[in-house]
């Protein structure tokens, strides 16, 4: 018998009593809806816990700490390495820091900013990986800067904090520096001006100081212009006034702009949390040295992963009450076509026929519970992500982050429920199928079954 | 073309334990030769049933062998049953045995349907067979809707539509009144005529013998002369 046959068979079928079809379809799909929807709230919570409380980038990224000695000869990381980090699959963003190598003697209206490094970073990869501001914006011209929020604190002679003053004050302010680089023989400055356009966020680790400058390519490109050196580098010389040939072979042996630079504190951002592991893997097989705070929320993630374990057991005990009804109805069906299955039987129908026929209607109508099932789930879902915290600030003054998600529904969710759902319905329609093909012959023929 | 030897048969009733033992068929060596007509005949609970529902492979025989078209299907399992009548049996029943929610041409198109046949090949089949039976205008009612003798032709059509080498009919006219009768009793021998369709029929009727080229007279199971 064809497949397209047993279908419309089944069909024909299945019209024969339509109530009793969208009673079991009906509680099919809420025993499927319940699943999808009590799963969500694991799926949800964890996603905005993990996701979002932890923070996003924290989660994401990869740090890179150099290459193993025993797979490298070299264990810096060179701009041939970040050009193959943005050609990994699943990877959303490097960044890095690269620092200049002098002191640019900052000033803001005259004031010496007390900063401890300038560094270049690239600002559209920041923006990608999600770099935090706490004011302001990114820069856009190649004069804008941003700034570390701590740049203005004032520090004792033991380095403890002993007062703040609000960074974003200096916001559209604009910083003096100076470039120090030597031409014919002497040490010359090169003045240069920026525009503070942010502050960066408060550093996740409270004991952390953020009194960096963070500037472009473009304004790098601009000192290295003046200084003729790689990351403005500067020639140390052991005496107070060298001689213009010892300037000149220092600066010979400095190394240009043009050469290959190595980078510090890189970071490789994974597109999705899931996608950590596996870049951390492949990173670690091409021999980098990594940590990403994967490696910390195992346990969470483990915890939450039981805990969508025991919300799926529940609601498949849901599935699994709305299966007594396939059973029941299943049963009815074959009592009532008793005689049809006799006479098809009679003719010549193979029993495994038979037991198709009627799997496959209760597959249909697990199929039609799940699908409705679904789609109710995913209104629910959203219901719930838009109502609930409307309730909790109704009743409970209190604010729900704005992009926190009670309930995620991820695809394999979908999936998995439908699947058990399906599985549920044949498992029930079994032992119906099975009397089906047992029915005698004779005693359908004889209309006594 | 079909052939029993030594066959015997006897029902268990009562519970498990209680278990009587009805014997209804006493060794039973008969022969039907392809392209003839056989009429069973015989008086009421002689066995004639039992030995059409033996041939079908409805019930297995308590002993002794059942020999189709040079086959032993004494020890076919239900399956291979299913496949066998498929293959090779028409039925037709007293009580036309047509299913109730599907129309004459669903009836019709059904074994075409078990066997596999794509939809195009069985409209046309179908469509012709019914023509031939004389009812392609009914082909859309069920069979409530129709006649008994209506629904003999539908049941007729049903068990020639895969062209079988064997029609079993038990008490074929059993339900219907002369005129009906005769109209299938001449559909029957052409049939056998003209595609030397083997018949075996069960019937009380005379008229029914006597389109029979051979008669075999059931009494009390055994088989008792010849007509
Ligand atoms: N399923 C059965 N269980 C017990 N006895 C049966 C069964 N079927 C038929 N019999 C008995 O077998 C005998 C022959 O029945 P059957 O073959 O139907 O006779 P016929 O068709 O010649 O009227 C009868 O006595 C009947 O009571
Ligand atoms: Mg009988």
Redesign the pocket.
């Known amino acids: 018998m064809k497949f397209q046959d047993q279908i419309r068979f089944v069909r024909q079928n299945m019209k024969k009593n339509k109530t009793r079809l969208f009673m079991t379809v009906l509680a099919t799909a809420m025993g499927c809806t319940f699943l999808i929807v009590l799963a969500s709230v694991g799926f949800g919570l964890q996603q905005s816990m993990v996701d979002n409380i932890v923070g996003d980038r924290l989660v994401t990224a990869v740090d890179l700490y150099g290459k193993n000695p025993d797979q490298h000869k070299d264990t810096n990381i060179y701009d041939e390495d970040i050009q193959m980090f943005r050609e990994l699959a699943d990877v959303k963003a490097v960044t890095y820091r690269n620092n200049i190598y002098q002191w640019l003697n900052p000033k803001v209206e005259g004031e010496e900013v007390g900063s401890d490094k300038t560094t270049q970073v690239d600002f559209e990869a920041e923006t990608k990986a999600g770099f935090d501001l706490s004011a302001g914006r990114m820069p856009e011209a190649d004069n804008e800067i941003v700034i570390g929020y701590h740049i203005r604190e004032q520090m004792d002679e033991q380095g403890m904090p002993t007062g703040y003053e609000d960074a974003s004050e200096w916001l559209n302010k604009t910083m003096t520096l100076e470039v120090t680089y030597y031409a014919a023989g002497k040490k010359l400055t090169e003045p240069m001006e920026a525009v503070i356009v942010g502050v960066t966020e408060i550093p996740t680790k409270e004991w952390n100081r953020d009194k960096t400058i963070y500037m472009g390519v473009g304004m790098l490109e601009k000192i290295e212009g003046i200084t003729g050196t790689r990351n403005g580098e500067l020639p140390y010389f052991e005496v107070e006034n060298p001689t213009a040939e010892k300037i000149d072979a220092a600066l010979a042996n400095l190394p240009k702009p043009s050469e290959q630079r190595s980078y510090q504190d890189v970071q490789v951002v994974a597109s999705h949390a899931e996608k950590v592991k596996g870049l951390v893997e492949t990173l670690r097989d091409k021999g980098f040295y990594t940590h990403s705070i994967v490696d910390e929320l195992k346990q969470v993630n483990l915890m939450f992963a039981i805990m969508k374990i025991g919300l799926i057991f529940v609601g498949t005990i849901a599935v699994l009450i709305a299966s007594i009804g396939i059973f029941n109805t299943m049963t009815m069906a074959v009592t009532e076509r008793a005689q049809d299955i006799g006479i098809m039987k009679a003719i010549g129908a193979h029993p495994s026929v038979i037991r198709k026929l009627f799997l496959l209607e209760s597959a249909m109508i697990g199929l039609m519970g799940a699908i409705f099932g679904t789609v109710v789930a995913y209104g629910v879902s959203l219901a719930v992500n838009a109502g609930l915290p409307v309730v909790i600030k109704q009743f409970m003054e209190e604010e729900v982050p704005a992009d926190f998600l009670f309930s995620v529904i991820p695809p394999y969710l979908t999936a998995l429920a439908c699947g058990i759902s399906l599985g549920v319905a044949m498992l029930s329609g079994y032992r119906p199928a099975l009397r089906a093909t047992r029915i005698d012959v ?1 005693s359908a023929l004889r209309r006594d079954v | 073309m079909i052939e029993l030897a030594g066959v015997s048969h006897q ?1 268990r ?1 009562g519970k498990r334990g209680k278990e009587r033992v ?1 014997p ?1 068929l006493h060794d039973i060596n008969l022969k039907v030769e392809k392209g003839e007509i056989v009429a069973v005949v ?10 059409l ?1 033996l041939m079908s492979g409805y019930i297995r025989p308590s002993s002794g062998e059942i020999r189709v078209g040079g086959q032993n299907v004494t020890k076919l399992d239900e399956g291979e049953w299913a496949n066998f009548r498929l293959a090779n049996y028409g039925f037709i029943f007293q009580s036309f045995q047509l299913i109730g929610s599907m129309t004459a041409y669903e009836n019709v198109e059904l074994p075409l349907v078990l066997k596999g046949i794509g939809s195009g090949e069985r409209r046309a089949k179908v469509m012709k067979l019914l023509e031939q039976v004389g009812i392609a205008e009914f082909a859309n009612h069920y069979p409530s809707e129709l006649s008994g003798g209506q629904q003999q032709r539908v049941s007729v059509a049903r068990s020639l539509i895969l062209e079988p080498p064997i029609v079993l009919a ?1 008490e074929p006219s059993g339900s219907l009144d002369s005129e009906n009768e005769k109209t299938l009793l001449t559909m029957i021998r052409q049939l056998n005529h003209e595609l030397g369709i083997t018949f075996v029929i ?1 019937t009380h009727d005379e008229q029914v013998a006597s389109i029979a080229h051979r008669a075999i007279r ?1 009494q009390d ?1 055994r088989i008792g002369g010849l007509a």
Do not use: E, M, P, Q
């Open positions: 004779l | 029902f009733i009805v209804v015989g008086r009421s609970g002689s066995g004639k049933s039992t030995l529902n038990d069960i059931l199971g």
